[in-house]
């Protein structure tokens, strides 16, 4: 049993590719799609946890193909915030200096007229719902999905609003069975946001023996021993679990590199699947530490090391 099963049902055999239910348009506070006014497909790949430092080491040259890579900076340090503020439109911020907060929104913002191949986009057509989803799918004219990997995102969470489709996956770590899901269409541009967990702990492949995964007690066993952590006094029971050494933990940091080295296979699939007119943009949703501090994993933490991201984009084509 690890972090993800107190959550989900038992990965199934491998079986035909499984695609959500679309939301009708009409229902659930959905208005139907307006004609479209952008060019481009737009997807949001997020490599959950995945350090700048890790990204760099791994050297991905396929992923890279898409552009520069910047270190850039997230706003929050784990996954369900950090999400929340990518779907309000906010990529990691490269950390300005000398500017005013509204005037970098602003520009940043702006940025979406190139990704989209859209005019007149700005921030003040988000108001007052400031959901980047409502903004594509309701004004734009895109159909809009997600494709999650981490249950703390599943459907049910709010951030599940204005999605034409929402999924979470079968597997946490398997960004591959997510690419029969993707459809594109020339009526209309799609909008995908991508939340990949090869990256995420415990750093596994999908075809690696869960029983090889390195076990952390009081990770594995954050949810479910919840209802057995205090004492019949009503006192936290001290967890005597011994913490990983750094050999460990820099065994660990390994194992998320050569995650990122075995994604680069799956992005060029990825990349061999979308459209040419398609604008990609690739980073995390917080960083992890592996020891610094003391510490590891993200969250409760105010560390560079679990705020700092990998961030490129472009068009593959
Ligand atoms: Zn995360």
Not at 38 to 62: C, G, T, W
Not at 163 to 183: K, V, Y
Not at 229 to 247: P, R, S, V, W, Y
Request: net charge negative; hydrophobic share 35%.
């Amino acid at each position: 049993m690890g972090l993800f099963d107190a959550f989900k049902k038992k990965p199934a055999a491998k079986k035909p590719v499984r695609r959500p239910m679309m939301r009708p348009a009409g229902m659930g506070g959905m208005p139907p799609h307006p004609e479209p006014s952008a060019d481009n497909n737009f997807i949001i790949v997020i490599l959950d946890s995945l350090r700048y430092d890790s990204y760099m080491e791994a050297a991905p040259k396929v992923i890279s193909k898409l552009g520069k890579v910047e270190r850039r900076y997230s706003y929050a340090s784990w996954t369900a915030p950090s999400h929340y503020n990518l779907l309000t439109g906010l990529l990691p911020h490269n950390t300005p200096d000398n500017v005013y907060a509204s005037e970098y929104y602003k520009q940043d913002f702006l940025n979406y007229n190139t990704r989209l191949g859209a005019k007149d986009i700005e921030f003040a057509k988000m108001v007052p719902g400031l959901w980047f989803p409502e903004l594509l799918r309701n004004n734009l004219g895109f159909s809009t999905h997600a494709r999650v990997s981490l249950p703390v995102l599943n459907p049910k969470t709010g951030i599940n609003r204005c999605f034409d489709s929402f999924q979470l996956m079968d597997s946490h770590n398997d960004m591959r069975a997510m690419l029969p899901t993707l459809e594109f269409s020339s009526d209309r541009p799609a909008f995908y946001l991508l939340n990949v967990g090869e990256t995420h702990y415990p750093y596994a492949k999908p075809d690696e023996d869960s029983s090889m995964w390195p076990r952390i007690s009081g990770v594995n066993g954050v949810f479910k021993k919840l209802d057995k952590c205090t004492d019949a006094e009503g006192n936290l029971i001290e967890d005597d679990t011994e913490f990983f050494d750094q050999d460990k933990l820099d065994q660990l940091r390994e194992r998320q590199i050569d995650t990122v080295r075995y994604l680069d296979g799956v992005f060029e699939e990825l990349y061999d699947t979308v459209p040419d007119n398609t604008w990609i943009v690739v980073t995390a949703d917080h960083g992890e530490l592996f020891g610094e501090k003391g510490y590891f994993g993200h969250g409760p933490i105010m560390h560079d090391k679990c705020f700092e991201v990998p961030f490129l984009e472009g068009k593959i084509r």
